[in-house]
């Protein structure tokens, strides 16, 4: 959408090493006139020999045709077995009804997972316009751009047609109680149902992105922030097993570069947060320490359950005779501040500027050699490969 992210395959990958997470699914988005091959061939340029640890792609499906249903049975053979589809972004990500409904059918044929962003398109656009019209730009009312109910009536949408087409799907980075609500009656209904969240939805609320000033950009991503009430529902339902991952979304831009774009209009605003770097130490210093989850239900939601759905284990998110080395002995006595000044993330601001954190990896270690120690990079910087994966569960 018109920018980059700050954070390069090097730079992410040691982040999330240093943080405790030893494998990362990227986003291919291709543009709406691109053909899904080409868009790998450009993501494979930006990442081979360029990542610590190892990864893959899920690919995001931006139009519908026959080249495109063509090179999709021709990816998932390749061992990319998850689709991303956005209902929002409309005009360059969104897809219509029909693609919408054709792609999921050709994910239950494949029996890939299919990745859904929950925001209704038109409503996005439409309340963009009404703010605007209104002289409402700052980073404030991108909330009222995209409040709950258009996250709701998303995932209403996404799991209707899942439902008729038979797929599974997997809704991402549910940002509250309405819309988990919405999710959860789906999968009482029998469909085939998981549900995401990520860590900046459990820990930030609304108010950090309402200001003082222009400083609320740095908290701006989609779905945006809720009130803090959701966020009970959000750590209840991941104690209790309803949401099966906490994520990231990774996507950090800089506030003085890019961000700032957005200073008269909050819709040119890039969207996004850092979070891989700082993910399993947020978990586990305000989760398992103030319990509200297990340190098994962290182990699990954090690295179990993604490779079970992504089709990575047992090679990864196990401990066991045959699975990759990809450990994490984390150090619960360490007492440290989460800062941009300390980070490896390639961003210049920390959305958790100032928290303290209790505990961090203590040595990492990718297929059996040790990468970090000591909260240091330590390993090879090209060790990482491209993983192919099996088809979803
Ligand atoms: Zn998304």
Same mark, same amino acid.
């Given at each position: 959408?018109?920018?980059?992210?700050?954070?390069?395959?090097?730079?992410? /990958?040691?982040?999330?090493?240093?943080?405790?997470?030893?494998?990362?699914?990227?986003?291919?988005?291709?543009?709406?006139?691109?053909?899904?091959?080409?868009?790998?061939?450009?993501?494979?340029?930006?990442?081979?020999?360029?990542?610590?640890?190892?990864? /893959?792609?899920?690919?995001?499906?931006?139009?519908?045709?026959?080249?495109?249903?063509?090179?999709?049975?021709?990816?998932?053979?390749?061992?990319?077995? /998850?689709?991303?589809?956005?209902?929002?972004?409309?005009?360059?990500?969104?897809?219509?009804?029909?693609?919408?409904?054709?792609?999921?059918?050709?994910?239950?044929?494949?029996?890939?997972?299919?990745?859904?962003?929950?925001?209704?398109?038109?409503?996005?656009?439409?309340?963009?316009?009404?703010?605007?019209?209104?002289?409402?730009?700052?980073?404030?009312?991108?909330?009222?751009?995209?409040?709950?109910?258009?996250?709701?009536?998303?995932?209403?949408?996404?799991?209707?047609?899942?439902?008729?087409?038979?797929?599974?799907?997997?809704?991402?980075?549910?940002?509250?109680?309405? /819309?988990?609500?919405?999710?959860?009656?789906?999968?009482?209904?029998?469909?085939?149902?998981?549900?995401?969240?990520?860590?900046?939805?459990?820990?930030?609320?609304?108010?950090?992105?309402?200001?003082?000033?222009?400083?609320?950009?740095?908290?701006?991503?989609?779905?945006?922030?809720?009130?803090?009430?959701?966020?009970?529902?959000?750590?209840?339902?991941?104690?209790?097993?309803?949401?099966?991952?906490?994520?990231?979304?990774?996507?950090?831009?800089?506030?003085?570069?890019?961000?700032?774009?957005?200073?008269?209009?909050?819709?040119?605003?890039?969207?996004?947060?850092?979070?891989?770097?700082?993910?399993?130490?947020?978990?586990?210093?305000?989760?398992?320490?103030?319990?509200?989850?297990?340190?098994?239900?962290?182990?699990?939601?954090?690295?179990?359950?993604?490779?079970?759905?992504?089709?990575?284990?047992?090679?990864?998110?196990?401990?066991?005779?045959?699975?990759?080395?990809?450990?994490?002995?984390?150090?619960?006595?360490?007492?440290?501040?989460?800062?941009?000044?300390?980070?490896?993330?390639?961003?210049?601001?920390?959305?958790?500027?100032?928290?303290?954190?209790?505990?961090?990896?203590?040595?990492?270690?990718?297929?059996?050699?040790?990468?970090?120690?000591?909260?240091?990079?330590?390993?090879?910087?090209?060790?990482?490969?491209?993983?192919?994966?099996?088809?979803?569960?």
């Amino acid at each position: 959408m018109g920018t980059v992210t700050s954070d390069d395959y090097a730079s992410v /990958s040691r982040a999330a090493l240093s943080g405790g997470t030893t494998c990362f699914i990227d986003f291919v988005n291709p543009g709406r006139d691109e053909n899904p091959l080409d868009a790998i061939a450009r993501w494979d340029e930006r990442s081979a020999g360029c990542s610590a640890c190892d990864f /893959s792609y899920h690919i995001a499906i931006s139009r519908w045709d026959d080249v495109v249903e063509r090179q999709l049975r021709e990816i998932v053979s390749a061992g990319i077995t /998850s689709f991303k589809i956005y209902l929002a972004y409309k005009g360059t990500l969104a897809l219509t009804d029909t693609e919408l409904f054709r792609a999921l059918e050709l994910a239950a044929e494949l029996n890939v997972l299919t990745a859904v962003h929950c925001e209704n398109a038109a409503l996005v656009d439409i309340l963009q316009q009404r703010l605007l019209a209104e002289g409402k730009c700052g980073p404030e009312w991108h909330y009222w751009s995209r409040p709950p109910i258009v996250e709701t009536l998303g995932v209403q949408h996404a799991t209707t047609f899942a439902e008729l087409a038979g797929a599974s799907i997997y809704i991402v980075h549910t940002s509250c109680a309405d /819309s988990l609500r919405v999710a959860m009656d789906a999968k009482l209904r029998g469909v085939n149902v998981s549900v995401e969240t990520c860590i900046q939805y459990l820990l930030l609320d609304k108010q950090y992105a309402e200001g003082p000033g222009f400083n609320a950009a740095k908290y701006i991503l989609s779905p945006p922030l809720r009130e803090k009430g959701n966020q009970d529902a959000l750590w209840a339902a991941v104690r209790d097993g309803f949401i099966n991952t906490v994520a990231t979304d990774h996507a950090p831009t800089n506030f003085g570069t890019q961000k700032s774009a957005g200073r008269d209009d909050f819709t040119k605003i890039t969207n996004g947060l850092p979070g891989v770097e700082d993910r399993v130490n947020l978990l586990y210093t305000y989760g398992v320490l103030k319990d509200r989850i297990s340190l098994e239900r962290l182990v699990d939601i954090a690295s179990t359950q993604p490779a079970r759905l992504f089709g990575l284990y047992p090679r990864k998110g196990a401990i066991a005779v045959g699975s990759d080395a990809d450990l994490v002995v984390y150090d619960p006595e360490y007492d440290g501040i989460i800062s941009a000044e300390t980070q490896m993330t390639n961003v210049d601001y920390n959305p958790y500027e100032g928290w303290s954190i209790s505990g961090r990896p203590d040595v990492v270690t990718v297929r059996g050699e040790i990468v970090v120690e000591n909260g240091a990079f330590v390993g090879d910087p090209v060790r990482g490969r491209f993983l192919k994966r099996e088809k979803c569960e």
